[in-house]
């Protein structure tokens, strides 16, 4: 299957930096973390498929096994979606069916300061985790006679984990271009299996959230960049749901991000459900609002590669 003619470009991480003068972000346990990643979870992406095919009563048995395996390994959601053109990276092509999304969150007293080393360690100590989970996923797949990818939270990945992961019933996009989910906020990452092991697939849930985030304006007030929207954009096409979606100044952001501990500001003071993800139940004090460092944004960046579309906000 091939990427749709209106998919996005896969983000040039690479090129965005050279834009903004390079990576100049030094937190050695997250490039610790970054390498642990690159050394040890990389060369497992493959294996071999066993040659005896497990048989599952339907496709409702074989999701349930999926899904009953991954809340094991100590991820916070998994869904399964069907994958179309427009969930697959401009000038990508798959030969997969089904797309087993994965969330994990991070703990929520890792960003009660934003930007911080500590919030950068907790994203990366995640995708390292949710690296993990999607790895042992694959395997049991593999092992169950079915070929399959690991789609890693960090890396090249060929297919859109967002969209695939509204399509699977994970929340809403919210007003920061992230996902909302019910029970843990955003404050969650994401990782994906596509295989074509027959599965019953979930569908887009409707919890009230996109309108809560038309209301809501925290994350655009606090957002120092001033890079997140007043208002939906209709260019941008539409969500799952068929609303107008939002979509994030990148020329603005991304400078910020890469300055400053890779921000994330926008993730913990989104109020959405505050009361039940801010809760920490291991003893340790937190508040229910982080303290926010809001710097001098550098100035926005368009470089000129191919890109996502994005709105140049009040420029």
């Known amino acids: 299957m091939r990427s749709s003619p209106e998919s996005p470009f896969a983000f040039a991480w690479n090129e965005w930096y050279a834009s903004v003068g390079g990576r100049n972000i030094k937190i050695k346990e997250a490039n610790r973390i970054l390498e642990d990643i690159k050394q040890y979870q990389y060369p497992r992406f493959e294996g071999v498929v066993n040659k005896k095919v497990t048989l599952f009563k339907d496709p409702i048995e074989a999701k349930n096994r999926v899904k009953d395996l991954v809340l094991s390994l100590g991820a916070g959601e998994v869904g399964v979606a069907l994958i179309e053109p427009e969930d697959i990276y401009q000038g990508r092509e798959i030969f ?31 995708y390292f985790t949710l690296g993990e989970i999607v790895i042992k996923l694959a395997e049991y797949i593999r092992s169950h006679g079915y070929p399959c ?91 799952h749901l068929g609303n107008d979606r939002y ?50 944004p550098p100035e926005p960046v368009d470089p000129e590669i191919r890109k996502h579309w994005y709105p140049k906000i009040n420029r």
Not at 212 to 236: H, L
Not at 266 to 282: G, I, M, Q, S, T
Request: proline share 8%.
């Open 96 to 126: 997969e069916k089904y797309a087993i999304v994965v969330g994990q969150k991070m703990l929520w007293r890792e960003f009660s300061k934003v930007p911080s080393k500590k919030s950068a360690i907790e994203c990366l100590k995640v």
């Open 247 to 296: 979509i994030v100044d990148t020329g603005k952001c991304f400078p910020y991000f890469a300055k400053n501990n890779y921000c994330s500001i926008c993730l913990p003071v989104c109020v959405y459900n505050h009361k039940e993800w801010a809760r920490d139940f291991e003893g340790h004090k937190t508040g229910l609002f982080p303290d926010v460092k809001m710097l001098e």
């Open 149 to 239: 990818k690991v789609e890693h939270p960090v890396g090249d990945s060929d297919v859109l984990h967002i969209p695939l992961a509204l399509k699977a019933g994970f929340g809403e996009l919210g007003r920061h271009g992230s996902i909302i989910h019910p029970k843990m906020g955003p404050l969650f990452r994401l990782g994906s299996v596509i295989t074509d092991l027959p599965l019953a697939t979930d569908g887009p849930i409707d919890a009230g959230i996109a309108d809560f985030c038309d209301k809501c304006k925290a994350c655009r007030i606090y957002c120092p960049a001033k890079a997140i929207p007043d208002k939906r954009s209709p260019e941008a096409g539409k969500d």
